[in-house]
């Protein structure tokens, strides 16, 4: 008998099509408002994968129009110093969003300089007004890769109302903002997490099930229920058996492909839609400063 496979849910295909709708949108505005949207990346140290990841998005910002005012501190930089540096970010008027790229290093509160980002300039969505929002359902700006992996589901239609959704991942910047998320779509939510008993029970109970936990390829196919829409959040380095790295998820994607309805591939599923719900945030900020209202 042959194998069905899993439909691939495309990130990278998507990010690429609304990367150019806010191309697009972005292109007369500066002559308009005399300035384009403006992103501030905050990055400390030497990571090298924070390192990759600004990378990237400053190359996206060049791409669809959007300027980028990145600040790179040595990995010595002292709070006080961060926090004056966010002071001038948050007064700076060509600057629309500020991301304070994570990890930092240990000596830093990096929960208190999120503190510090102006709510309105807080595109990563993580200060405590922007979660609070989130809390209540009001707009706001939301944190990028739980908004992104929505824009997925909806982009493919997936039906998330009255579904059991299973987030396995408990993260601020993930877990806890997506499950209020699939809860203000309806979904009845499960979140779970390293001190959840019975495991594959739950993920096996799920009709979506999303695991954001940095484990790689944990969820195998007798984890995933028949049928369910499997997003996978997690992005692993891990050394294959040449010696070469290479990135995996969280999902045992060759196995759970043939069993799931539905699947994101890594790379070229979430993690391309959380660069883009970024440079939308910073948009969204933009227009919201200068009382556009952009389609
Ligand atoms: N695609 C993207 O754009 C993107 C963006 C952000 C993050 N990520 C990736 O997503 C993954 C998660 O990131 P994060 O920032 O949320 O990580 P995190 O802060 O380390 O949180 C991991 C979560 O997984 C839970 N967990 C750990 N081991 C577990 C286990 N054996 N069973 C069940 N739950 C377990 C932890 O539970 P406890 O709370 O009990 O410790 C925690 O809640 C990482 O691979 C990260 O690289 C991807």
């Known amino acids: 008998m042959d194998t069905t496979y899993a439909q691939l849910l495309d990130g990278k295909n998507l990010a690429k099509r609304i990367q150019t709708q806010l191309q697009e949108q972005i292109k007369p505005l500066p002559a308009k408002i005399g300035r384009p949207p403006g992103l501030a990346v905050v990055m ?11 990378r990237n998005k400053e190359r996206a910002c060049a791409k669809v129009g959007i300027a ?10 002292s709070q006080a110093e961060l926090e004056e540096a966010i002071a001038i970010l948050n007064q700076d008027q060509r600057v629309d969003g500020i991301l304070l790229q994570l990890p930092l290093p240990e000596h830093l509160d990096s929960v208190s300089l999120l503190h510090q980002i102006h709510p309105d300039k807080d595109v990563d969505g993580l ?13 706001g700006l939301r944190s990028c ?19 059991s959704a299973v987030v396995v ?23 779970a997490h390293s001190r959840s008993q019975n495991l594959p029970d ?54 759970v492909r043939e069993v799931a309805q539905s699947i994101t591939p890594v790379p070229g599923g979430v993690g391309p839609m959380t660069v883009t719900m970024l440079l939308q945030n910073t948009v969204l900020s933009y227009a919201t400063t200068n009382s556009l209202s952009l389609p």
């Open 44 to 54: 400390v140290g030497d990571n090298p994968a924070s390192a990759t990841y600004v």
């Open 68 to 77: 980028s005012f990145g600040r790179h501190f040595p990995a010595n930089t």
């Open 127 to 139: 200060h405590p007004m922007n979660l609070g929002k989130l809390l209540r359902g009001e707009t």
């Open 145 to 163: 890769t739980p908004a992104g992996v929505m824009r997925l589901l909806e982009e493919y239609q997936i039906d998330l109302q009255g579904k």
């Open 169 to 191: 991942g408990r993260s601020i910047l993930v877990g806890k903002p997506l499950a209020l998320m699939l809860l203000e779509a309806n979904a009845t939510v499960t979140i």
């Open 202 to 255: 739950l993920t096996r109970s799920a009709d979506i099930l999303i695991a954001a936990v940095g484990r790689p390829q944990m969820i195998t196919a007798d984890m995933v229920k028949p049928s369910a829409v499997v997003i996978d959040v997690g992005i692993n380095r891990v050394t294959d058996s040449s010696g070469k790295f290479r990135l995996v998820g969280d999902v045992h994607f060759d196995s």
